[in-house]
């Protein structure tokens, strides 16, 4: 990548991490938490966000030592031409697979909770079809779009919190470390694969003006996105409790229920709340299936990346009908997440021992 095409600035690229991390699991994340250590859910949801920056650093890392090459190009310098390029067929896949989980868990949202007449299927495709066609824009537009969204993300979600704090009960988030610590380390893995999109970071370093400003980017964007997920955690476990949360499905959703506006201006926030979350659903979708479009583009030594956006249309939607049930399908969804974490986590992080061992490096950083 030339130094010409260097247009995205570090409030931009930190624009793109934010909204892809804010998405579909917005919903059942309490769920997540209080299942791995019940009124510890606060206290599992931080420690998975450091282990998400953890992960996000190995790749900020190998960007900035590489400042013109994407991952599935610099791995090919480091571990071969064909071991590199087998691992990278595996995370195109992964990221298939989670294109699809994703777009399969927000159709059976909008069926359950709005459209209930409506075939998930329909709602499944109309999604993912949005996605395709904003795949096709550049790099530059994608990032605007992303840069564009954010603060309607982050605005209502914070407000909806804030309202929901005055009926928390402070003695439903006591012990802080929970009653099960057992459980906290599955959880801790289960939490942090929500933040498996920031890996879209991997084609925007070589895009951005100052690359060495990678590290930076990723501390920022995990402070904001991940701060989000504590608050919402811990706003739902002070006004359910623990138990509560156990019997519900999308427990965040149920929280905007709760939630009514001063002098009952909206007695309930549901409606708005599901508006934002459609958008942060597009958002991450859009990350992940642009991602797999790029990333196979790259590896097959292609020069039109739009190629493969309606190509890919199909497989996604296939693998997105594959679960015959919503509790199947948050089954796979937290297999899929799990072992997702080999590959967003530790390839990079042995990638980057790789590098420092032989002391590869690209070009000089930008400053």
């Known amino acids: 990548m030339t130094k010409a095409t260097r247009d995205i600035t570090a409030t931009q690229a930190s624009a793109v991490l934010v909204s892809t991390i804010i ?24 420690l998975a966000c450091v282990l998400a920056l953890i992960g996000l650093i190995f790749i900020a890392v190998l960007g900035m030592r590489f400042p013109d090459q994407t991952i599935i190009q610099y791995s090919e310098r480091l571990i ?29 949202v909008v069926v359950t909770s ?31 779009i992303h840069l ?33 610590p057992a459980g906290m380390l599955g959880g801790i893995v289960t939490i942090a694969a ?6 879209v970071m991997t084609i925007v370093i070589p895009a951005m003006r100052k690359p060495a400003k990678a590290l930076a980017v990723s501390f920022y964007s995990i402070l904001i996105a991940g701060g989000l997920y504590v608050v919402i955690v811990i706003a739902v476990i002070g006004v359910f409790g623990a138990e509560e949360i156990r019997q519900l499905l999308w427990p965040t959703l149920e929280l905007a229920k709760a939630t ?78 799990r072992i997702g974490l080999a590959l967003t986590i530790v390839y990079p992080a042995m990638l980057l021992l790789i590098a420092i061992l032989r002391k590869k490096r690209g070009n000089a950083l930008e400053r």
């Open 23 to 46: 998405g579909v699991g917005v919903l059942p994340l309490p769920l997540f938490a209080v299942r791995a250590a019940d009124t510890g859910g606060p206290l599992v949801t931080l």
């Open 80 to 108: 071969g031409k064909w071991p590199a390029r087998a691992l990278s067929a595996c995370v195109i896949l992964f990221f298939a697979l989670l294109t699809s989980l994703t777009a399969r868990e927000f159709g059976e």
């Open 114 to 144: 709005v459209l209930k007449q409506t075939p998930v299927e329909v709602t499944v495709i109309v999604m993912l079809m949005l996605a395709a066609i904003s795949a096709r824009n550049t790099l530059s537009t994608f990032v605007y």
């Open 148 to 180: 564009f969204y954010v603060p309607l993300l982050l605005v209502p979600v914070l407000m909806i919190v804030a309202l929901s704090l005055k009926n928390a009960e402070p003695l439903n988030l006591q012990p802080v470390w929970g009653n099960k």
């Open 194 to 199: 929500l933040f498996q999109g920031s890996f």
């Open 260 to 337: 009514s506006l001063p002098a009952n201006v909206l007695e309930r926030l549901d409606g708005a709340f599901l508006a934002v979350w459609v958008t942060a659903v597009f958002t991450t979708l859009l990350s992940s299936y642009y991602l797999t479009s790029q990333s196979l583009t790259q590896l097959l030594r292609l020069q039109e990346p739009r190629i493969f956006t309606f190509f890919l249309l199909p497989f996604v939607f296939v693998i997105a009908m594959v679960p015959t049930n919503i509790v199947r399908m948050y089954e796979d969804v937290l297999y899929v997440g």
